[in-house]
């Protein structure tokens, strides 16, 4: 059965650091990445990795700000999203997603979806 379960979301203020994290079930995946969405606004693909090799990839929006990362351990199906220095801007639901392809293929339209983490970045 495929599962994703996100955690670490919270709330923060203007310039502070959350960490979430993305665990998977079900399969080993070959892309695994992040998306963000705020009330009235679209969908954001705000970083994925190739989980074979950890290539990455971020959004202009986070570049030099978030990281993604593997877990050593479980590298194909789980991640991480350090995100530092965070603006009010960055506030929203933040999903984990995953497909058995390659990210080059299937990115953003990943098969497989957890419920979200909330994050609100206070000013």
């Known amino acids: 059965q495929v599962q994703l379960v996100e955690s670490g979301g919270g709330s923060v203020q203007t310039g502070g650091s959350l960490r979430l994290s993305c665990a998977a079930s079900?399969?080993?995946?070959?892309?695994m990445g992040w998306f963000r969405q705020a009330p009235g606004k679209e969908r954001e693909g705000v970083a994925y990795?190739?989980?074979?090799?950890?290539?990455?990839?971020?959004a202009d929006s986070v570049k030099g700000r978030f990281t993604i990362s593997q877990d050593p351990a479980n590298a194909k199906t789980t991640i991480y999203l350090q995100m530092n220095s965070l603006k009010p801007e960055d506030t929203a639901m933040y999903s984990c997603?995953?497909?058995?392809?390659?990210?080059?293929?299937?990115?953003?339209?990943?098969?497989?979806w957890g419920q979200g983490t909330q994050v609100t970045v206070s000013s």
């Open positions: 997603a995953a497909d058995l392809r390659s990210c080059g293929v299937v990115w953003p339209a990943l098969s497989y």
């Open positions: 079900g399969y080993t995946y070959g892309c």
């Open positions: 990795i190739y989980t074979a090799n950890g290539d990455t990839y971020y």
